[in-house]
């Protein structure tokens, strides 16, 4: 059993990267101007369209909110896994910016494209969680949506109980920008890929939901912690009563 999932792990990683630099030439370029970055987007959409089936890995999304396309929001997910980045192309249809640490743009090619993309924070920089705010309030008023893993990454020793407390950043974020928090719950992500040092991955059904919004209107920075709580309160409720298939 172990050899076949090596296999399929080293399968997996071959379709990961493989994708990943067919497309790139079609990333570079649509890198260079801001206009053409949702085409990036996209791309990053249409690689998980084409990865997670040739791999084997269904999803199941239960959508107790469909977000708008149109509309701005802050998502909002618990992070026990790497899967959990790769995955929310496929979930979400909105053109959005992940929060991630900023040790990312240092993989080779895929890093160029987070730093383009997206906004990067370097914990170990004093200033950096201002800046990335800073970055992360204006691409909400641009019109665009923000995930961040309110965590702050994958920091919890035992999934899928959640690290407690969540950082205060996307919260701000939402209330100073007056836009809803979507919560939404990745419920066996770190089964799929368990984040240890040596990374297997395995083959089941990816699960997760979709949240009704929580609103913010009218909110200050005096609700923070009550927003906090909610939002976490609603992510690992999920968490904690669902039974996870351990195979398709």
Known sequence: MRFLNLLYSLWCAFWFVGLFLLLFPFFYLFLQREEWKPYAHWLNRFWGKL???????????EYRYQPDPKKVYVFCANHFSYMD???MGVI???YYAFVGKSQ?????????????????VDRNVSNSRAYSLAKALRTLASGR?????????IVTNNPPKMHY??????????????????PISLLNNYKILPDKKKMRMHR??????????????GLTQADLGWLK????????SELSKQQIPEQL
């Open 229 to 236: 709580e909610e939002t976490f309160r609603v992510i690992d």
């Open 145 to 153: 949506s923000v995930v961040i893993f309110p965590e702050g990454g």
């Open 51 to 61: 990865f997670f089936p040739i791999v084997g890995i269904p999803f199941r999304v």
């Open 204 to 217: 089941m059904t990816l699960r997760a939901i979709v949240h009704p919004p929580i609103e913010t209107k």
């Open 85 to 87: 980045i790769a995955c």
């Open 165 to 182: 407390p969540f950082k205060d950043g996307a919260f701000t974020m939402a209330i100073q920008q007056q836009v809803p928090i979507v």
């Open 104 to 120: 990312i743009k240092k993989v080779p090619l895929f890093g160029y494209m987070f730093a383009k993309l997206h906004i990067q």
């Open 92 to 94: 979400l249809k909105n």
